[in-house]
T-cell receptor, first 111, second 117 residues
């Protein structure tokens, strides 16, 4: 079993829709949870960073962590074509050390 | 955000040759740099962690004699793929941080696509 599971998609939604991206994990030692956006053949860009259960909001993005269920989500409201990218969840037990990434979900927002 | 420059962005080489990839932190001093590998449609896999002035720490299953990492200064780390073979073809990404205790200050390079013929 992989430490982090993420549905690779692809996921295609119309512009303006609410997008929900999810990851599950098995290692209860993970304390830091991140969402990255990666455009084709580019390095990941940090979108959201959380270290506790609950919700964190930043503009159109909301990150949700449920440690009891070992489940994290990223919600994108009012999705835009420019949001089309691969979204990677990542987590670690120790800060920036040993980040474990999900497989990435390829998202397309259709105009 | 801080900038991490990775060069080259794409390299094609013949089997048996060595390839060097550079990772530079342009506007900050990186105490720690990380090297990842990403195969198509797969997640990034951590290969090694390097701290300036000391030997890199390799993840299980990563051959340290094949993937040579040098972190000679606070702004530069290099990954050399020695005697490259077609199975080494992959997307290699570096990241750098000024504070390994937090992921908020971890920045990624734009990656290097290595194709070994």
């Amino acid at each position: 079993q992989k430490e982090v599971e993420q549905d690779p998609g692809p996921l295609s939604v119309p512009e303006g829709a609410i997008v929900s991206l999810n990851c599950t994990y098995s290692n209860s030692a993970f304390q830091y949870f991140m969402w990255y956006r990666q455009y084709s053949r580019k390095g990941p860009e940090l979108l959201m960073y959380t270290y506790s259960s609950g919700n964190k909001e930043d503009g159109r993005f909301t990150a949700q962590v449920d440690k009891s269920s070992k489940y994290i989500s990223l919600f994108i409201r009012d999705s835009q074509p420019s949001d089309s990218a691969t979204y990677l969840c990542a987590m670690s037990a120790q800060g920036a050390q040993k980040l474990v990434f999900g497989q990435g979900t390829r998202l397309t927002i259709n105009p | 955000g801080a900038v991490v420059s990775q060069h080259p962005s794409r390299v094609i080489c013949k089997s048996g040759t060595s390839v060097k990839i550079e990772c530079r932190s342009l506007d900050f001093q990186a105490t720690t740099m990380f090297w990842y590998r990403q195969f198509p449609k797969q997640s990034l896999m951590l290969m090694a962690t390097s701290n300036e002035g000391s030997k890199a720490t390799y993840e299980q299953g990563v051959e340290k004699d094949k993937f040579l990492i040098n972190h000679a200064s606070l702004t530069l780390s290099t990954l050399t793929v020695t005697s490259a073979h077609p199975e080494d073809s992959s997307f290699y990404i570096c990241s750098a941080t000024i504070d390994s205790a937090t992921n908020e200050k971890l920045f990624f390079g734009s990656g290097t696509q290595l194709s070994v013929l």
